[in-house]
């Protein structure tokens, strides 16, 4: 890989990104899109990324959006660096990114649709509030039972799928979900929280907006 420059938000799902970055040991810029002043829209953020969001990866000039194709991308670059179990079968390879496309189709509207109703309606943002709710919950059921037998998504081991449906979940918490009935969620909170990557990642953050003289007050 040549240059790497990562585009993101603190706090946003682009720190999943910027974990598989620190789990890979890529060494990369990073530059904060300021999405509550609406610099994804600005000109000068669609010319790198048209589609107005983060992450976005640009690799040696070349953008790449969507979590789960920068994660892809970078599984394929460093196969070694335990962003998935290792597997031989192809079916079991597909496996691995079609849990990423659900956590990116299915997990992050229903979260967003409950965080954030104002971005969804014209209408009264409560309604969607609750059916943001009402998608929400079912997944967070399933992936506690998941969780009952083992402590993390694929068994022993932790895997970057670990960190999407983590952020998933805590960002769910801050739109007014319970998420405090499901144990084994708590549990695996805590290990996600305590994984190294995830850790370089928070401080990479911090960095950031040091870098920027701190986090401007949005009203
Ligand atoms: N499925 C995409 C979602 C990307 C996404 O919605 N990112 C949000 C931040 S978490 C964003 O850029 N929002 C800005 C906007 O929608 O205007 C992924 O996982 O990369």
Aim: overall charge negative; hydrophobic content about 40%; some cysteine.
């Amino acid at each position: 890989m040549g240059s790497i420059k990562l585009y993101h938000l603190p706090g946003a799902c682009s720190r999943v990104t910027m974990t598989a970055l620190e789990q890979c040991g890529v060494d990369y810029e990073d530059e904060i899109v300021m999405l509550m002043r609406g610099a994804q829209h600005s000109p000068e953020y669609r010319a790198i990324n048209p589609r107005g969001k983060i992450p976005c990866l640009v690799v040696d000039g070349r953008a790449l959006g969507e979590n789960a194709a920068i994660i892809s991308y970078l599984h394929m670059e460093y196969p070694d660096a335990g962003l998935f179990p290792a597997i031989a079968d192809p079916i079991e390879g597909a496996r691995q990114l079609s849990d990423l496309f659900t956590i990116s189709a299915n997990w992050h509207p229903g979260v967003r649709a409950n965080m954030m109703p104002v971005r969804w309606t014209t209408g009264n943002p409560e309604e969607v509030r609750a059916k943001g709710k009402q998608l929400v919950e079912p997944l967070l059921a399933g992936l506690d039972a998941r969780l009952a037998s083992q402590p993390f998504w694929y068994g022993e081991d932790w895997a970057i799928t670990d960190t999407y449906v983590y952020w998933n979940y805590t960002t769910a918490e801050q739109g007014q979900v319970d998420i405090s009935p499901y144990v084994n969620i708590a549990a695996h909170r805590a290990r996600v929280e305590a994984h190294p990557a995830f850790q370089r990642a928070l401080a990479r953050e911090s960095t950031a907006i040091e870098r920027i003289g701190g986090m401007p007050n949005v009203a």
